[in-house]
């Protein structure tokens, strides 16, 4: 991968594509009736390694058991699953084909890589457990949500900002 | 043309699998275009150095909500079957401050980080095992907090709706608000960032040609003006019906809910569904299952609620709830539900129940439990009390015991999550 001798060509012009996402998104409801998502792909993900372990406690768990289906089929039978699975393959493509593609961390000048992982770690887990309370994530509730001028979603989508906004001063060393 | 169309039953699940597979194709390539493979990239945002996080999500919200607000309109697409998350108000904001928290120390968001982790960022796929850390602690505990996560309910609800406006109206507020943030978002970038705005790619700076992106900008607002004067985007009454699909449900017993679980969802106070009483008025009054609205079979007209609503109907025994359910889903509604042996069946299993053989001490316990949080008593197990049908309960709901018995329902989910 590191061996790509082209230089990386310069990102989109941001209108442009939010602009290919909104299409994306428009097609998604007029196809489907429903909007794109992310979270709730591993969330069946990690409901289904648990129902592989122990069966009967993602039985009795309301939380696993609302995303294992009603057991005719499997439960990564599911939209988002594949969904998400194009996600990667998308985002692959896309960086294929703009010479992106490179085995790297991402982080600021100021910052350390054990401490980068640590804090993608940590900050993975937060919004794995948010996600869940908000009943969707960026994609999900603020994307979708937010074109379907959905109540929760603009709360949910100033909160977020709101509490990124709070929290940027104290990480700022991660990332300038 | 009759959209959604997978909801019209144009194609199975089958094809809805490869559907999905290439919209995300589109999800991913846009995502990753826009540079939100780059965790530094998008951390950017919450020091206004570089605000693509804003742009590109408020191009991408107003750019579907206008389109689908065109559809919608010109009866092309049904808005009101397109799936709407409900809406927990406090849990969503908790829930929002907890995930913008996680933003800026993880640098992802989670469908950032699938694009992250595919164009070979380390720190992408580790956020991503972080997160799968956080789903596994959360569905530990969630048993604990579900009453919690089931607060503040507000039912599927739009803003529309919430300020009683005309829909348009909110496309064009919507659409102005995200033209206003685009404008402030570049002036940040050129005062904390020190960018120079690049005269094609931006709103306010360079010179005062029309470039293809003030193009766009003023496209989405000439059809946020239009929308705003434009009407009620929800289509009026339609109706189609899936014959093969409604002799499935019907023959799979998918159109029936159990009172033992219509009780554990009243219990858990949730919101997500509506409970129809359809008996007569004077019937509702002298008493009805807690949380049930009453509307007599005649007043069921398409608009009675969102069509993507879970509605339940239930009357005394099955049969004039059986024909309620076939004219809506002849209206389109579509997740219709029959309780299952109507009130007589709520009388012997919810309010009035007996300890079967079967039962386990617990399992009868609990039901113990909830019968008494709906005014009922279990009967003592003799073959004399079971010929005199005991006297319905009052009408009032019991205030919410301390601690309400929860997620004991045995009955498998009828239909997976739709959410994300």
Redesign the interface.
């Known amino acids: 991968?590191n061996s790509e001798p082209h230089t990386p060509r310069p990102?989109?012009?941001?209108?442009?594509?939010?602009?290919?996402?909104?299409?994306?998104?428009?097609?998604?409801?007029?196809?489907?009736?429903?909007?794109?998502?992310?979270?709730?792909a591993?969330?069946t993900?990690?409901?289904t390694a648990?129902h592989q372990v122990a069966p009967a406690h993602a039985?009795?768990?309301?939380?696993?058991?609302?995303?294992?289906?009603?057991?005719t089929r499997s439960?990564l039978?599911?939209?988002?699953?594949?969904?998400?699975?194009?996600?990667?393959?998308?985002?692959?493509?896309?960086?294929v084909l703009?010479h992106?593609?490179?085995?790297?961390?991402?982080?600021?000048p100021r910052s350390t890589t054990p401490r980068?992982?640590a804090?993608?770690?940590?900050?993975?887990?937060?919004?794995?457990?948010?996600?869940?309370?908000?009943?969707?994530?960026?994609?999900?509730?603020?994307?979708?949500?937010?074109?379907?001028?959905?109540?929760?979603?603009?709360?949910?989508?100033?909160?977020?900002?709101?509490?990124?906004?709070?929290?940027?001063y104290f990480?700022?060393k991660?990332?300038? | 043309m009759n959209a959604p169309f997978y909801k019209f039953g144009l194609f199975g699940d089958e094809a809805s699998f490869i559907i999905a597979f290439f919209i995300g194709i589109g999800f991913g390539f846009f995502l990753e275009r826009a540079g939100f493979g780059s965790a530094r990239k998008l951390a950017a945002q919450f020091y206004l150095r570089d605000l693509s996080v804003l742009k590109v999500m408020f191009t991408a919200i107003i750019t579907a909500m206008t389109g689908l607000y065109v559809f919608s309109r010109l009866g092309m697409v049904d808005l009101s079957l397109v799936y709407l998350v409900p809406t927990f108000l406090i849990p969503q904001i908790v829930g929002g401050l907890l995930l913008g928290v996680g933003f800026v120390i993880g640098g992802y968001c989670p469908g950032t980080s699938c694009v992250s982790a595919a164009t070979g960022r380390i720190d992408g796929m580790v956020y991503i095992f972080g997160m799968i850390a956080g789903l596994l602690g959360f569905g530990e505990v969630y048993p604990r907090i579900v009453g919690f996560a089931h607060s503040t309910s507000m039912g599927q609800i739009t803003l529309p709706k919430l300020f009683d406006l005309p829909y348009g109206l909110l496309v064009f507020a919507a659409v102005l608000m995200a033209l206003g943030a685009f404008a402030a978002g570049e002036w940040a970038e050129k005062k904390f960032g020190g960018k120079q705005p690049d005269p094609e790619g931006s709103i306010i700076g360079g010179s005062r040609r029309l470039t293809p992106v003030r193009a766009l900008a003023l496209s989405l607002a000439v059809i946020g003006l239009c929308a705003a004067f434009a009407g009620d985007p929800y289509r009026g009454h339609h109706a189609t019906i899936a014959t093969r699909d409604l002799e499935m449900r019907v023959g799979q017993g998918a159109d029936l809910i159990e009172p033992v679980q219509l009780a554990d969802w009243i219990i858990q106070d949730r919101n997500d569904f509506r409970l129809v009483d359809l008996r007569s008025q004077k019937d509702y009054i002298a008493w009805h299952i807690p949380t049930a609205e009453n509307f007599p079979l005649a007043s069921l007209t398409p608009d009675f609620a969102a069509h993507n609503e879970k509605i339940i109907l239930y009357t005394n025994d099955g049969s004039e709830a059986a024909k309620a359910w076939f004219l809506l889903e002849a209206q389109g509604f579509r997740s219709t539900y029959v309780l299952d042996g109507g009130l007589r069946n709520w009388q012997d299993s919810v309010l009035f129940p007996r300890k079967s053989p079967g039962t386990s001490g617990t399992a009868f316990e609990r039901q113990v439990q909830v019968a008494k949080f709906f005014g009922g008593a279990p009967q003592a197990n003799t073959e004399a009390s079971a010929a005199a049908t005991p006297a319905l309960p009052r009408l009032a709901l019991p205030s919410l015991p301390a601690a309400p018995p929860t997620g004991t329902s045995t009955a498998p989910p009828r239909k997976k999550k739709e959410g994300c």
């Open positions: 991968m990102y989109w012009n941001s209108y442009w594509a939010g602009f290919g996402l909104g299409l994306v998104l428009l097609a998604s409801f007029v196809i489907m009736g429903r909007g794109l998502g992310a979270s709730g591993f969330t993900a990690v409901a648990v039985e009795n768990n309301p939380f696993y058991s609302e995303y294992l289906g009603d057991g439960p039978k599911d939209w988002l699953v594949f969904e998400v699975l194009g996600v990667f393959v998308g985002g692959f493509l896309s960086g703009a992106r593609l490179k085995l790297t961390v991402e982080q600021g980068r992982l804090f993608a770690f940590v900050g993975g887990g937060l919004m794995g457990i948010g996600a869940k309370i908000a009943l969707g994530c960026t994609s999900g509730q603020a994307l979708t949500g937010g074109a379907l001028l959905n109540v929760g979603s603009w709360a949910f989508m100033w909160c977020v900002f709101g509490g990124a906004y709070a929290m940027a990480v700022r991660q990332w300038i």
